[in-house]
């Protein structure tokens, strides 16, 4: 195991960090039967695999006391635990702390991370303080091991290859683990089937329930025969009914019985069908209830421009749409759902978002949710269209954007550095235009809380499109600010909402901040493979920035194209929105202004005559936290307003 331990002045007084390495073996980690976990208050955790599939996951721990921990529980407080996928040989455990341990050094000074059998560990409060963990242990942990024969598949495996290792009368199977293939005695046999002749013929006639025999079985390599006495055949196949020894008007019984048959069997499948056909109905009918589906259909027959408005599509439309959901159509998979891509009837593309799961405390939310982004008519936000309630989980349809993800082109092999800086600035402008509509424009305003590139999508002439909204929360109107649990991606995540759970939209500011780094780079969030100062990208800009050195960080293309002021003044609103403090940070309205501005003065750098006018229809969309309540007069130009007013 790997462990992380301080004192009580928050030094580190011991750590050790783990690895195991499987590349010389025929072993994988098992995916069904391990888990990463992780325990501590003040923890984060990551394992990276390697040496077969690349992954990284983790988990991220903060508990004030021990009367949140529950034993037995690994849900993320005080313990954690995450799946692994199948086929990887080598895995790291890396582990850090927030604060050290200061604040919960009286009851937990030490993190641990290991990858353990899930039926072995059972979490206990007492595993938290100090070293007695590691040493009630004595720091090995148990884990199960998948192995298979590596050197080749199974549909290239030739029983002529020296190095082919299934036996006689045995047949190879490609492995579970996705590495080689494992060996099966053939059917009639049995034994070992890794050995030359370990597959040993099965004696059915030996055993009167391996057979149906009522004449004389008579044993065969991997089967048996029936013969019957009196000279009477019998049909010699493995699963033989026997010998009759009398007349018997077998054919007008066969027709009878089977004429019989085929009416129970048609009149049982028509039951059957309308039972089913009704039993599906019910339960439409009640995932549509239990969805929200009278409540959306008030709030659209109330709704001014019925034309806008979300559409309630049937299940059928959709599994026609998606072929019934063929894996063949699905476009990507997220933390909260599967996208699927789909055609209609009048031969529109859609995206269909699956989602994992609902809260059906929160359906009232969801629906306005629905409602209200239904009706944002953004040329930056990817439309929704409409959704099914149906289905136990609701489905919702969007519009289909057809160049991929932001990420997919920044690092993405083949796309790398194939963004101009034009296009860039240009896409910067688009998403930040975006984001200080839904913050401002929006009515109640919404607050994405899952700004990346991988959510930020482009058509073919490379227009950003804001997308999926399954972690967006709407603002209650009377608050700028309220607490939620906890949700985003880390390496995007606003360091002050993980602490405080305070959401604001300063948190879309902080990730929208971490985007322009990933432009201005061209490097992940995060990586482990880069030396650890630089592996929190949005930390290492800022020392950058600080030491007067982020030229060196940038990618060469953009410095190659973006002129001195440009790259001075971009880098200084990136480092003005990755503050810690989010009202230091600015609005996403002042981060579209300024981005405008550039994108103005890079196209045309003699030409300042329009800013006053954008920043005008900038104003015009957006009156929420107006602090500096200016107006425009008939000329576009900007105006304050009196305090009377």
Excluded at 433 to 450: K, V
Excluded at 451 to 466: E, M, P, R, S
Aim: proline share 4%.
């Amino acid at each position: 195991m790997s462990f992380d331990c301080y004192n009580s002045l928050g030094k580190n007084s011991s750590s050790f960090s783990y690895w195991v390495d499987l590349k010389n073996w025929p072993y994988t980690f098992s995916a069904t039967h391990n888990r990463f976990t992780a325990i501590g208050c003040d923890t984060q955790a990551y394992i990276m695999g390697s040496s077969g599939r690349n992954f990284t996951s983790g988990c991220s721990m903060l508990c004030n006391d021990l009367g949140s921990v529950v034993n037995g529980s690994c849900s993320g407080i005080g313990c954690c635990q995450t799946s692994i996928p199948r086929g990887f040989k080598r895995f790291d455990l890396q582990l850090y702390s927030y604060y050290n341990h200061t604040h919960v050094w009286s009851f937990s000074n030490c993190s641990y991370a290991f990858l353990v059998d899930s039926n072995w560990y059972n979490f206990s409060v007492s595993d938290l303080p100090g070293y007695d963990f590691y040493y009630k242990y004595k720091g090995r942990i148990p884990m199960v091991l998948d192995w298979a024969i590596e050197n080749h598949w199974c549909p290239n495996a030739s029983t002529t290859d020296s190095k082919y290792a299934c036996g006689n009368n045995s047949e190879c199977f490609d492995s579970p683990n996705g590495l080689g293939y494992l060996c099966n005695c053939s059917k009639g046999y049995q034994g070992n089937p890794y050995l030359e002749d370990g597959c040993q013929d099965i004696n059915e006639c030996e055993d009167p329930n391996n057979n149906p025999c009522e004449g004389i079985c008579t044993n065969t390599p991997g089967g048996y025969t029936c013969s019957c006495p009196h000279g009477k055949k019998g049909d010699g196949r493995k699963d033989g009914t026997g010998c009759s020894v009398t007349q018997f008007p077998v054919l007008q019984v066969t027709l009878g019985v089977g004429l019989g048959a085929l009416f129970i069997v048609i009149g049982g499948s028509w039951i059957f069908w309308i039972l089913q056909k009704r039993r599906l109905a019910k339960l439409k009918e009640e995932f549509f209830q239990q969805n929200g589906g009278v409540l959306l259909k008030q709030q659209l027959s109330l709704h001014d421009n019925p034309i806008e408005s979300a559409k309630i599509f049937t299940t059928e439309e959709l599994k026609k749409a998606t072929d019934n959901f063929d894996e063949s159509m699905i476009l990507g998979r997220g933390g909260y759902g599967t996208v699927y891509k789909g055609i209609l009837p009048n031969n529109r593309v859609v995206a269909i978002k699956k989602s994992k799961v609902i809260d059906a405390s929160q359906i009232e939310q969801f629906i306005n949710e629905v409602i209200i982004l239904s009706q944002i008519n953004h040329r930056n936000v990817v439309k929704l269209l409409g959704c099914c309630l149906e289905t136990e989980v609701p489905l919702l349809v969007y519009e289909f954007v057809t160049n991929g993800t932001l990420f997919h082109h920044i690092h993405d092999e083949g796309h790398r550095a194939s963004i101009s800086w034009d296009d860039r600035l240009r896409i910067a402008t688009e998403t930040a235009t975006a984001l200080s509509y839904l913050h401002s424009a929006a009515s109640p305003p919404i607050i994405h809380r899952d700004v990346k590139t991988a959510n930020i999508l482009l058509d073919d002439n490379y227009t950003a499109k804001v997308s999926d909204f399954g972690a967006s929360r709407l603002v209650p109107l009377d608050r700028t600010q309220f607490t939620t649990l906890v949700q985003g991606t880390l390496g995007y995540l606003d360091p002050e909402y993980f602490q405080t759970s305070q959401l604001t939209e300063k948190s879309d500011v902080y990730s929208f901040g971490v985007v322009l780094v990933e432009l201005l780079t061209g490097r992940k969030v995060l990586s482990f493979d880069r030396p650890e100062q630089e592996r929190n990208l949005a930390t290492y800009f800022t020392t950058s920035m600080k030491e007067e050195n982020v030229y060196e960080i940038l990618e060469a293309r953009v410095v190659q194209e973006a002129s001195t002021d440009q790259l001075q003044e971009i880098t200084k609103l990136a480092k003005r929105c990755l503050r810690l403090k989010g009202d230091k940070r600015p609005t996403m309205k002042e981060m579209a202004m300024e981005l405008e501005r550039l994108k103005r003065l890079n196209k045309h750098p003699w030409d300042e005559s329009n800013l006053e006018e954008t920043q005008c229809l900038l104003h015009a969309s957006s009156s929420y936290h107006n602090q500096n309540a200016v107006e425009c007069d008939s000329l576009g130009n900007l105006v304050p307003l009196n305090s009377g007013r």
